[in-house]
């Protein structure tokens, strides 16, 4: 039985990324420092072959996928959007430092900000895209595809069903960086479980 491959790929920066700020579903688009950075990586190193291109619904994600894979028109997967923070959207760790909420959060007292999207609605979302993904990939017999997407939801979606098993914030990835994951789909179809394989690039860049 043959496998499936999805890239799961980080989007490039945003000015509020480089403030440090909370964005989830606030639809940014790339920043130029963003845009630059991209094209420095494809200058650089070779992304994965795809026959298809997923992404989140919002700009960042989209226009990534635009710049990293311009023959392809992406596939977007509203299920793939980021983490609504609430009343901690926009607002950097410095502004709301002095928020109980913030601290009751950040300590693990309470599950979600003030407002934001419920942690286990987050995760459920999530693994409903990549079914998404694979239904679609097994119905146009692809094989191989990316999914630009974006930090906090591939951490949080590998930290529920991908092997290795490790904490949410070992999965962390960098702009333009991410994951190569097999799909096996007896595996899959039984107990919802991918396998990440290698990293994207498989060298770091700063390793060449």
């Not at 440090?20 to 420092?33: A, D, E, F, M």
């Not at 992304?47 to 596939?75: D, G, M, N």
């Not at 595809?145 to 591939?154: K, L, V």
Request: net charge negative.
């Amino acid at each position: 039985m043959r496998t499936y491959k999805i890239h799961f790929i980080r989007h490039g920066l945003t000015e509020a990324n480089l403030k440090g700020k909370y964005i989830g579903k606030t639809n940014l688009p790339l920043c130029s420092v963003g845009i630059e950075r991209l094209e420095e990586l494809k200058n650089k190193i070779d992304y994965p072959y795809v026959e298809l291109v997923f992404s989140s619904p919002l700009s960042r994600c989209i226009e990534t996928a635009e710049i990293l894979y311009p023959a392809f028109e992406p596939t977007v997967i509203d299920e793939l959007s980021e983490y609504d923070f609430g009343a901690f959207e926009n607002k950097t760790a410095i502004e709301l430092e002095n928020e109980e909420a913030y601290k009751d959060w950040t300590s693990g007292k309470i599950p979600s900000p003030p407002n934001a999207e419920d942690p286990r609605a987050f995760t459920e979302r999530l693994a409903l895209g990549l079914n998404k993904m694979v239904r679609i990939m097994m119905e146009q017999d692809v094989y191989d595809a990316a999914a630009i997407m974006h930090g906090g939801a591939i951490m949080t979606l590998f930290s529920t069903c991908a092997l290795p098993r490790r904490a949410t914030v070992e999965w962390i990835t960098e702009d333009g960086l991410g994951y190569t994951v097999k799909i096996t789909p007896s595996l899959y179809a039984k107990s919802g479980i991918i396998e990440v394989v290698d990293t994207v690039p498989t060298v770091p860049p700063e390793e060449e």
